[in-house]
């Protein structure tokens, strides 16, 4: 069962951009759905 676990992980894929679909890497989690580029054009504060 452990090691099921580690493979449900292993399995998911990448975060996308809700906006363009674009692979996300480590964001801050208050922005988690949206690359940088999405986020620089929508600067809220
Ligand atoms: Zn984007």
């Known amino acids: 069962m452990l ?3 580690s493979e449900f992980f292993r ?3 990448p975060k ?3 906006d363009c679909g674009k692979e996300i890497e ?3 989690e208050c922005y988690g ?3 940088n580029d999405c986020l620089g054009v929508i600067h809220h504060h």
Request: net charge positive; with cysteine; hydrophobic share 20%.
């Open 3 to 5: 090691m099921k676990i």
């Open 11 to 13: 399995n998911l894929p």
């Open 16 to 18: 996308k951009c809700t």
């Open 26 to 28: 480590e964001q801050h």
């Open 33 to 35: 759905n949206k690359c």
